[in-house]
T-cell receptor, first 113, second 114 residues
Framework: GEDVEQSLFLSVREGDSSVINCTYT??????LYWYKQEPGAGLQLLTY?????DMKQDQRLTVLLNKKDKHLSLRIADTQTGDSAIYFC?????????????FGQGTTLQVKP | EAGVAQSPRYKIIEKRQSVAFWCNPI?????LYWYQQILGQGPKLLIQ????????DSQLPKDRFSAERLKGVDSTLKIQPAKLEDSAVYLC????????????FGPGTRLTVL
């Protein structure tokens, strides 16, 4: 079945790099996503990667995709206290472009000053 | 561009009571989703609409949950009667038509069932 797994917690110091990891099971996923959720707020799309790509860089964010191992990671360079939030990895279920998102359980990122 | 609107933001009810949530998607977005996010978990899809038709309601507990999108714009999600395990944040999202399709999420309604 479809399943997305993430580590639950990560603590880093301000200025360090953060790496959040995710594994997924649906090999037919065309897009994989990273969302950010701040307390009391909805989900905000941070970045996405198409399944035929290995890497995508967007300012301080780098996404790495290992399709063979079904492993996705999000690296945040120069992590700031404002990056403290819950980060969700998600895959799009099925082959439809309008299909549901299947989320991991979220990784809480704590940034210490 | 206005985002996805949801109301109320918070609701506290007792078990066996009824509750309804409202969502107004981004203008022009044909596809609308309701997700349930239990504390400490990722969101899980309850129901997906395409205009006013249901695309996927396989995870909706139909004995107590219902949803409608009569005119293909606003949507309501109802729980009747509520159980303790329904305590969660209910998120509404609507889908862009570009590539990749992006789901924009509302702020959610936090439901507490006592």
């Amino acid at each position: 079945g479809e399943d997305v797994e993430q580590s639950l917690f990560l603590s880093v110091r301000e200025g360090d790099s953060s790496v959040i990891n995710c594994t997924y099971t649906d090999s037919s996923s065309t897009y994989l996503y990273w969302y950010k959720q701040e307390p009391g707020a909805g989900l905000q799309l941070l970045t996405y990667i198409f399944s035929n790509m290995d890497m995508k860089q967007d300012q301080r964010l780098t996404v790495l995709l290992n399709k063979k191992d079904k492993h996705l990671s999000l690296r945040i360079a120069d992590t700031q206290t404002g990056d403290s939030a819950i980060y969700f990895c998600a895959e799009k279920g099925g082959s439809s472009n309008t299909g549901k998102l299947i989320f991991g359980q979220g990784t809480t990122l704590q940034v210490k000053p | 561009e206005a985002g996805v609107a949801q109301s109320p933001r918070y609701k506290i009810i007792e078990k066996r009571q009824s509750v309804a949530f409202w969502c107004n998607p981004i203008s022009g977005h044909a596809t609308l989703y309701w997700y349930q996010q239990i504390l400490g978990q990722g969101p899980k899809l309850l129901i997906q609409f395409q205009n006013n038709g249901v695309v996927d309601d396989s995870q909706l507990p139909k004995d107590r949950f219902s949803a409608e999108r009569l005119k293909g714009v606003d949507s309501t999600l109802k729980i009747q009667p509520a159980k303790l395990e329904d305590s969660a944040v209910y998120l509404c999202a609507s889908l862009t038509s570009g590539r990749p399709n992006e789901q924009f999420f509302g702020p959610g309604t936090r439901l507490t069932v006592l």
